[in-house]
């Protein structure tokens, strides 16, 4: 059953012509890849889905995103209950200059959550939903600043967690990381998935292939195919997408 739903999106920057013609849907608790060469539209598109793109000025969208049914680009959406419902995690992790505990703590709070017992338990369950409990429980007041590369980038996964979101959004997020920590985020989203939609953009086919269930091609702003990872690298029905998957450009 599909989550989300692209109808015709076209973005603009300025004159710029970034996305065209995007059709494309998502699959509720998958994991949908976005893989192409650098500038094809890849985080583009992944920032339409919570809207992150209306904070640059010049930008022009048409068409539908559709979540749950709804288009997010209608004028009576509540665009902070939809960035609450659809988390984003970054290329670097990004921890707030606050303890591990005020870090996952943060967004339940701004929406309104005070009980000491239903904080601390919302911060036990996202830190051992991102498989950091056992890493971090003796030191919650500690700073987030204190901790590894690959723990900070599973504390912002717990952080985006936090306000439980129907979709994770993930752009690149382990080009930044050794090889050990790459691992531990990509077990994770193997697990997440099974209650989240994740979305990840990779410059690493690899790690596309190892772990989504879906994957899209783009490539000059268009979405060149999108299938079943199994068929993309196996049997691409374009040929662009065979000579990107098998090095030829990019």
Known sequence: MSIVSINKLNLYYSEFHALKNVDMSIEEKSV??????????????????????????????EGEVKISGQNIYSPDVNVELLRKNIGMVFQQPNPFPKSIYDNIAYGPRIHGIRDKAQLDHIVESSLKAAALWTEVSDNLK????????????????ARALAVNPQILLMDEPTSALDPISTLKIEELIRELRERYTIVIVTHNMQ???RISDYTSFFLN?????SDQTDKIFTTPTDQ???DYITGRFG
């Open 32 to 61: 949908m890849a976005f893989i192409g060469p650098s500038g094809c539209g890849k985080s583009t598109l992944l920032r339409t889905l919570n809207r992150m793109n209306d904070m640059i000025n010049g930008i022009r969208i």
């Open 142 to 157: 500690k700073s987030a600043y204190g901790l590894s590369g690959g723990q900070q980038q599973r504390l912002c996964i």
């Open 207 to 209: 790690q596309a292939a």
């Open 240 to 242: 662009r997408t065979e």
């Open 221 to 225: 702003g268009e979405v060149i195919e």
